[in-house]
């Protein structure tokens, strides 16, 4: 525990070099190198500062407020307004049941919220609690489409649900596992992922609902445990878990990401693709949240991002695999040198707002109104979306034939 507190006292370097170990403000680093000039995403300040989003169902024309958020088998928040948000955190990561956990999760975060209660500081469990179902197996276990008893629509969206799933526990564990940090880190570093996993919740009720009415449910198909691994693997350190997490497994569905929308056209299935689009809108705030983040934690540590990121995945063992959606990264405030030592000049192929259906109306940067095709041809206004360019963690099951990676 000394040790752990030690490494994140320090905000983590690498274990064979010194640097200082007093927080310095994000401007004060003495750092010249050009890594440190990154250019953040436009709407980083709108997203932290949008109200509660009550719109977790989706309705004929998109998004749409629930009614009723709580069920009647929902855990109790005892005295909420006496707990403090690395405590209701817990309750969360505790919670087995996949919608209740979704639901628990967006009542956390809006009573933190409205109730304006501490961080605080808690212990999170070793794990996340989980359904009987799915079935947990290697990644080589995983059904084929083909094999999965699943239409091509539900299965990927299965997978998708699997991933927001875990991104709920992965935000609350950073929340939780952190919080005994909260004078080092600040309060804006726990604001913003308490934020995120809202978000993430939102959009597993959002793939539940569909999956129900496609004739499925969360659990139907085994699914695998990566992305919580990757989670385990960094809960001694901050800088590493900003690295591991947001900017390379988020970053890489950025790379696949537009697949998956034009996958689901194809399939016919626009309502799907409308669900899937409108969660890309709101995923590139994650990855952004995450640059940020990082290049903060390094600034403290007068260290340039670029460079503690390669030394990171090296001393964690995370792989970094290409190719690259470079425009999606810019957007997302990832430079391509972290990355990409080659990609300077390198220009998107196939990942331009160009290759994309003629029925999505996108911007790139900005908060945008954007037309989404219906079903059945008319189109629907949807209110606040965020640059459409990809998910965030789609990954590999954008080709099908393969679980996801990430």
Known sequence: MQLLKLRVAVLLPPPNVTFKTKCISSSSSSSSSSSLQYSAWSGLE????????EDRRWGQNGPEPQPSIRDENDPPLTASSTLSLAELGTLVLKTSDPL?????SHVVYSTWRLHNLPIGAAQPPSRPSRPPKPHLVSPKE???????????????????????LNAIDLAWDTVVRFSPFSEILGEGFFADFAHVADDESRHFAWCSQRLAELGYKYGDIAAHNLLWRECEKTSDNVAARLAAIPLVQE???????PRLVQRLVGFGDLRTSNIVARIADE????????????VDVCRRMDRDPGVAFKDLLKEYNVELKGPFNYSARDIAGIPRDWYDASSANKEDKNEHLSAFPSCFAWRVGVPVVGSVARADGRALVESH?????????VGSCLECDAPLGM
């Open 385 to 393: 979306g965020f640059s459409s360019l990809s998910h965030a963690r």
């Open 251 to 257: 970053a890489r569905g950025l790379d696949a990401g």
């Open 283 to 294: 995923e590139v705030a994650h990855v952004a949240v995450g640059v940020h983040w990082f």
């Open 46 to 53: 709108t997203w932290r500062e949008s109200p509660i989003n």
């Open 100 to 104: 209740a956990k979704s639901r628990l």
């Open 142 to 164: 995983i059904p084929a489409p083909k094999n999965s008893g699943l239409p091509l629509n539900a299965y990927m969206l299965h997978n998708l649900a699997h991933v927001e």
